[in-house]
């Protein structure tokens, strides 16, 4: 089985930072992309970054120059630094990887989601 556990959302006001985590365990083989999306109220999901196993990134127009994706392939490990926040960037912040367990494909797993709210 694969577990990804995310953890650093909360509240914040708007120009504020955070960090979010996610780490995946269990019976990886490897890890392909991996990757934040965001659900705000009323919304679908969204992609936020995507950061591939060889470090390239890809960011959401609406985030580019303030969120910044990073991975730790040691740690099996991404991280989302955001930076200058507001309140449109309130939403639930899900993680998402593309992994690889003995003896079947690689399909895709999502974090159990962390809540990010931005106050005015």
């Known amino acids: 089985q694969v577990q990804l556990v995310e953890s650093g959302g909360g509240l914040v006001q708007t120009g504020g930072s955070l960090r979010l985590s996610c780490a995946a365990s269990g019976n990886i083989v490897s890890i392909n992309a991996m990757g934040w999306y965001r659900q705000a109220p009323g919304k679908q999901r969204a992609l936020v970054a995507t950061?591939?196993?060889?470090?390239?990134?890809n960011y959401a127009d609406s985030v580019k120059g303030r969120f910044t994706i990073s991975r730790d392939n040691a740690k099996n490990t991404i991280y989302l630094q955001m930076d200058s926040l507001n309140p449109e960037d309130t939403a639930v912040y899900y993680c998402n990887a593309n992994i690889k367990m003995p003896w079947s494909y690689a399909r895709d797993y999502w974090g159990q989601g962390t809540q990010v709210t931005v106050s005015s």
């Open positions: 950061v591939t196993s060889g470090y390239n990134t």
